[in-house]
């Protein structure tokens, strides 16, 4: 879809790719497709792991339950996930708007990204092969990807410079958005 978005936009030189929790599953797939039409690469608090059986389960499970009780189950239960605990204190505008969006997020689009985040496949052996300059970006406080996974994902790509946020979990570009923007622009001189 962004390949087709970018030719309709008549962007024909090749892209920086962002993508935040499941936007980098998106990278991870669009430079699996389009590597001529990647230039950098951007992965904040994400992922490379395909998820265990029983995850995928859970997550199947989950998408049946929000498409007969609604968004309210995945807007409970992801709260005290998404952010750090600093932010939950003292950003409660954050995450209030956060919660807003995904209660008003239709359930069907939510089980669809549930089911598809449960068949995503692995991207650990491909690391390697990606020679393209990324920056890989991690909340220190992140529950869902952990800090270590993100260094281990910085340490298998060749090119990739990693940078953790302090006070700031999975969200952590919403959380610290100052942070995230300067290493963001620091990295860019290196990412070319």
Not at 21 to 46: E, K, P, V
Not at 130 to 156: K, Y
Request: proline share 5%; glycine share 6%.
């Amino acid at each position: 879809a962004l390949a087709a978005l970018l030719d309709v936009r008549h962007v024909s030189e090749p892209v920086t790719f962002c993508g935040l929790s499941m936007g980098g599953y998106g990278a991870w797939q669009f430079r699996r497709r389009h590597a001529s039409r990647l230039q950098n690469l951007i992965l904040c608090d994400t992922r490379a792991i395909a998820d265990s059986p029983e995850m995928a389960q859970t997550r199947n499970e989950l998408a049946e339950r929000v498409l007969t009780e609604g968004s309210q189950i995945v807007a409970d239960m992801m709260q005290s996930k998404l952010f750090a605990d600093t932010t939950l204190q003292n950003q409660p505008e954050i995450v209030e708007a956060t919660r807003r969006v995904m209660l008003s997020t239709n359930p069907a689009g939510i089980a669809a990204a549930l089911v598809g985040m449960a068949r995503r496949e692995d991207m650990t052996a491909a690391l390697p092969s990606i020679d393209v300059p990324a920056l890989v970006i991690c909340g220190r406080h992140d529950v869902i990807s952990r800090v270590e996974e993100m260094r281990t994902i910085a340490a298998a790509m060749p090119r990739a410079q990693f940078i953790e946020i302090a006070d700031a979990g999975h969200m952590a570009p919403l959380e610290q958005p100052q942070p995230v923007n300067a290493a963001i622009r620091g990295s860019m001189q290196l990412l070319g």
